[in-house]
């Protein structure tokens, strides 16, 4: 039988300086799904991360099981092409001249920048997506010259150009103005035509879609809720993992926040 999950976690538990990062880990996530990692700062989402694309690794103890893509030991190379992840303090590596078009060939050799020789294949495979994410009008237009949220885009094409099974946005939306944060939820919520399932990081609930069927929250380095948004986002929930008396409403497929005025907490 087909294992149906790319991750397989079962007590785990991580230390950075002799810090436990991750602590008692449990959880599978399933190749169906697009999910939600939500907490706030200092939760532990970076150290999953980290846990995931292999920067970090578990401590080994007789009950323990930490399996990616149904493997104990993964080659990183082999890691790498099935994971992308979207990180948005690459943009500093970016050379200031480099074109959308340069920059998303570049995810291929995992690189940031003008590929020398490219080939048919490359410059198909680049053709290809932005077509798809409808990308065409910027293509030829220099990365620096991108408004932040086409940045923020352009760096998605990147990381799909070489077509990963999962995608991870790390704080897609964060340091955004309020334009660019509609335009980045927007386009990630068309991505469901690409085969890549996603899953964001994320301390915003105003990023959470339709598109998300699981939400994950972690709070002081351990899960707290997990379960579809129906299940997990109430304000009960939200108020326990912000630490703050909060309500939480979905208007229009969008999820909204408000503070408890004094008089009704």
């Not at 291929?108 to 490219?118: A, P, R, T």
């Not at 990963?164 to 964060?174: C, K, S």
């Not at 990023?207 to 986002?233: C, F, H, P, V, W």
Request: net charge positive; hydrophobic share 40%.
């Amino acid at each position: 039988m087909t294992n149906d999950c790319w991750l397989e976690a079962k007590n785990i538990s991580c230390f950075k300086n002799e810090y436990e990062v991750v602590k008692n880990l449990n959880l599978k996530l399933k190749y169906s799904e697009n999910v939600i990692l939500i907490g706030p700062n200092g939760s532990g989402k970076s150290s999953l991360l980290e846990l995931i694309n292999r920067n970090i690794y578990p401590v080994l103890k007789k009950d323990t099981v930490f399996k990616l893509f149904n493997k104990e030991l993964i080659n990183i190379w082999e890691l790498r092409k099935k994971i992308s992840t979207v990180n948005y303090d690459v943009k500093a590596r970016i050379n200031k001249n480099t074109t959308v078009f340069d920059l998303i060939i570049s995810g291929l050799y995992g690189k940031y920048g003008k590929i020398s020789h490219k080939s048919e294949k490359d410059i198909y495979l680049a053709e290809n997506l932005i077509n798809k994410m409808l990308l065409t009008n910027l293509s030829h237009r220099i990365f620096s010259h991108l408004s932040e949220g086409e940045k923020q885009i352009v760096l998605i094409a990147r990381a799909l150009v070489k077509n990963p099974e999962i995608l991870i946005l790390d704080e897609p939306i964060a340091n955004l103005d309020l334009k660019s944060k509609f335009f980045v939820t927007d386009q990630i919520s068309k991505l469901t035509k690409l085969n890549t399932k996603i899953i964001c990081i994320t301390h915003d609930v105003s990023i959470i879609t339709e598109i998300y069927n699981r939400i994950i929250m972690l709070k002081d380095r351990m899960i707290i809720a997990d379960g579809t948004q129906s299940e997990t986002l109430n304000s009960k929930n939200l108020s326990i993992l912000f630490d703050i008396n909060i309500d939480v409403i979905k208007y229009k497929g969008y999820w909204h926040i408000y503070r408890k005025t004094r008089e009704a907490q």
